[in-house]
């Protein structure tokens, strides 16, 4: 079998790109398939090094945004050429009809779409572009039963856990150390942790007007980069928060970080099912979350669910949770990572359930 998987967005730091490196490198060095990646960037090093270590072949084209045109007749010439029995475009709404129609013309037989979202920033096109996503794809998937639903109504489709690798995020005292002293944080701090771009999703602004209402040894790690970054680091200057909350950027080591951490914090205004949530429960760290993500991501019964509308519940359920001893942390988090891969959330287990879903659907389109 030979596998194209495509992303809709930047291969960087964000869900769609994690899901599609996650599987597609299991699938390559752990399934044997032939896989590929559709990238609409140029990608970093480190994550071309990951690639060429795990066989996967990596392939940079424009992004559709930018030159819709060209991106298409590239994407065409592409899959025309190179015989794919499945290609599988990952994104958040109906204009994933746009690659899924060239690959229909490219004669792909089995053609998935994956949803990673409950909402999409581009309302208009996606009802536009509906009729041909409908008439193009023959394989639905989304990240939960909600996204499914969003995105696909009565039609039939199916759920893949959003798995990652459970052992990369058990904590680490040495990395803990390690990050805590590089940005001068004392044994008396209480580290709260976010991860994820800077954008109206997101919304990192609500975590500034949390932060500001707790005692002062309570400070903020803030991973990612996005639209919204300087526009938060001026609130935080205006704020006189700068000795509180620490701006990291994008990074490649977010396991260290959690390691860091005490608390992780997650404000999204809406959600598919966020691998950053999965992440930090591997990492053994309880969570306080917007309740505007699904209640099926609390896969531990470590996560607390609070309401935007005001940052007084946040607070309080920041407040009434106690830094535990690291060692009794991971203790703790041994017997909540199995629970984490019994659930279904391993990648190892979700990529054979997706590599299943494909040959039987293959079998039927051929």
């Known amino acids: 079998m030979k596998v194209v998987f495509v992303s809709t967005t930047f291969i960087d730091k964000n869900g769609i790109a994690t899901f599609v490196l996650n599987n597609a490198t ?22 071309r090094d990951l690639l060429t ?9 424009p992004f559709r945004k930018r030159r819709p045109i060209k991106y298409l ?3 065409l010439n592409f899959l025309r050429t190179n015989n794919f029995d499945v290609i599988h475009v990952n994104g958040n709404s109906s204009t994933m009809g746009s690659e899924l129609f060239v690959a229909k013309l490219a004669k792909i037989p089995l053609r998935i779409s994956h949803c990673h979202n409950t909402k999409t920033g581009y309302p208009l096109l996606n009802k536009l572009l509906k009729p041909i996503f409908n008439f193009s794809v023959n394989c639905r998937m989304a990240c939960s039963q909600e996204a499914g639903k969003w995105l696909y109504g009565k039609k039939k489709f199916f759920i893949i856990d959003n798995g990652i690798d459970i052992n990369e995020y058990f904590p ?34 609500f975590l500034i007007d949390v932060i500001s209402s707790l005692p002062s040894n309570y400070k903020l790690i803030l991973v990612g980069e996005g639209t919204n970054l300087l526009k938060i680091k001026k609130v935080v200057e205006q704020k006189n928060l700068k000795n509180r909350v620490i701006f990291v950027g994008a990074v490649n080591n977010v396991n260290e970080f959690l390691s860091a951490a005490d608390v992780f914090l997650l404000p999204s205004r809406y959600e598919g099912f966020p691998f950053s949530l999965v992440e930090a429960q591997a990492a053994g760290l309880p969570c306080v979350v917007s309740n505007m993500v699904t209640k099926k991501v609390n896969l531990t019964g470590m996560v607390k669910f609070c ?11 920041i407040l009434k949770l106690k830094r535990i001893d690291f060692y009794n942390r991971l ?8 629970l ?10 979700n990529a054979v359930t997706l590599l299943n879903i494909m040959k039987n659907n293959l079998e039927n389109e051929i």
């Open 172 to 205: 680490s005292s040495t990395s803990r150390e390690k990050i805590r002293e590089r940005y001068n944080l004392t044994a008396n701090d209480f580290v709260l942790i976010n991860v994820g771009s800077f954008n109206y999703q997101k919304n990192q602004f």
């Open 307 to 317: 309401s935007l509308k005001d940052t007084k519940n946040w607070n309080n359920e």
């Open 53 to 61: 270590k795990n066989n996967v072949h990596l392939v940079e084209i």
């Open 340 to 349: 984490i891969a019994e659930k279904g959330y391993s990648i190892g287990t």
């Open 331 to 338: 203790m703790k988090t041994k017997k909540i990572d199995s």
């Open 26 to 47: 299991y699938f390559s060095n752990k399934l044997n398939v032939k896989t590929y990646i559709v990238s609409p960037n140029i990608v970093d090093k480190y994550t």
């Open 73 to 75: 007749r590239i994407l």
